[in-house]
C-alpha cells in the first residue's frame, strides 16, 4: 500500500548480456531504470583487491539496454567485471 506523498515506482531488474568480444575487447549490455547511473569496474582476483572504475564506462540509463566496450580486455590472465549501481 503506497503511502500518501511517495511516489509509487517499478524498478526494472538490471540484466547483463554478452554483446561481443574480439582478441582484444569486451563488450555486453546491460539494462536500467531511467536516469540510473552506473560504472563498471574491474579487479584481477575475484575475492581480494580493490575494483576499479573502467576509464569510459559510466552510463545513466535511459530504459534502453546500454552497452560498454572494454578496449585491451584480455591482457590479464584473468580479469573479473562488476556493473555498479551509483547513488
Same mark, same amino acid.
Given at each position: ?12 531488474e ?7 568480444? *574480439? #582478441?582484444?575487447e ?9 536516469g =540510473?547511473? /552506473? ?24 530504459? *534502453? #539496454? ?11 590472465? =584473468?580479469? /573479473? ?7
Open positions: 500500500m503506497p503511502i500518501k506523498g511517495t511516489a509509487a515506482t517499478a524498478r526494472k538490471s540484466k547483463i548480456s554478452l554483446a561481443s568480444y *574480439t #582478441a582484444s569486451l563488450g555486453f549490455r546491460f539494462s536500467g531504470n531511467r =540510473q547511473r /552506473f560504472i563498471v569496474e574491474s579487479r584481477t582476483n575475484f575475492s581480494t583487491g580493490g575494483w576499479v572504475e573502467v576509464p569510459g564506462s559510466m552510463r545513466t540509463g535511459d530504459g *534502453t #539496454a546500454q552497452k560498454v566496450t572494454i578496449a585491451n580486455a584480455f591482457q590479464q590472465q =584473468q580479469q /573479473f567485471y562488476l556493473v555498479k549501481l551509483l547513488p
